[in-house]
């Protein structure tokens, strides 16, 4: 991973992206429209997450299910693949709750010694 060359550079790149590990974490649950994950995600643009959606879905993380329906419906799912990211998403998304605290204060205690 630490060779400019390897392969798994581009999947971690993707798998730390914020918007990946909140994706993750709404379709835990199952498969939704492109509107839900959006409401769910606040602060997503409709592009990013239709460029993070592709890019999960090249990387086989997530599937696009098209609905032969007036007006046409789109879900996306989590893959078999996808699933396997939970619970590493899930890890760090609680380390990151759970030492907010601590991660406040050495912020306030960083800028309080920069020169202002």
Request: aromatic share 6%.
């Amino acid at each position: 991973m630490l060779s400019s060359q390897c392969p798994s550079r581009t999947s971690l790149a993707r798998i730390a992206n914020k918007w990946t590990a909140m994706i993750v974490a709404v379709l835990e649950s199952g498969p939704m429209r492109f509107g839900d994950i959006r409401t769910a995600l606040e602060g997503i643009s409709g592009k990013v997450l239709t460029d993070t959606l592709r890019d999960l879905e090249r990387d086989g993380m997530v599937t696009r299910r098209t609905y032969a329906e007036v007006p046409p419906r789109v879900e996306y799912e989590l893959t078999p693949l996808g699933h396997t990211l939970e619970g590493p998403l899930t890890a760090l998304c609680r380390w990151a709750e759970d030492h907010i605290p601590e991660v406040l204060a050495a912020r306030d205690a960083y800028d309080d010694r920069r020169p202002k």
